[in-house]
């Protein structure tokens, strides 16, 4: 049984920071690919970043690239975003995922994952 479950979010002026962690509970981890995606209501999942199996290589989306920063530690089994200069357009829920097969590079696309966690609340006031 996997279980990702994100922590972190919460209420944050623009221009602050905030670190979401997400902890996974998946036997072979370290192997799959991982992405973070967020949501408002009304609005379809968009990808945020991906990280690929081993670390070595990260895509953003254009919005965020440049104040995000996704990573991971394989051996502790985490993955975390950290969310500098946020902006009141970065409001959203943040979903943590894992692909569905092994040797991942964190896709863009919402079809190539399979595990999702519930979501972790950011919301950034001007």
């Known amino acids: 049984q996997v279980q990702l479950v994100e922590s972190g979010g919460g209420l944050v002026q623009a221009g602050d920071s905030l670190r979401l962690s997400c902890a996974v509970s998946a036997r072979t981890f370290s192997t799959f690919g991982m992405g973070w995606f967020r949501q408002n209501p009304g609005t379809e999942r968009e990808f945020v970043a991906g990280i690929s199996w081993n670390g070595r290589k990260a895509d953003y989306a254009e919005s965020v690239k440049g104040r995000f920063t996704i990573s991971r530690d394989n051996a502790e089994k985490m993955v975390y975003l950290q969310m500098n200069n946020l902006k009141p357009e970065d409001t959203a829920i943040y979903f943590c995922?894992?692909?569905?097969?092994?040797?991942?590079?964190?896709?863009?696309?919402?079809?190539?994952?399979?595990?999702w966690g519930q979501g972790t609340q950011v919301a950034v006031s001007s």
């Open positions: 995922a894992m692909e569905t097969w092994p040797n991942g590079l964190g896709s863009k696309r919402r079809i190539d994952y399979k595990y």
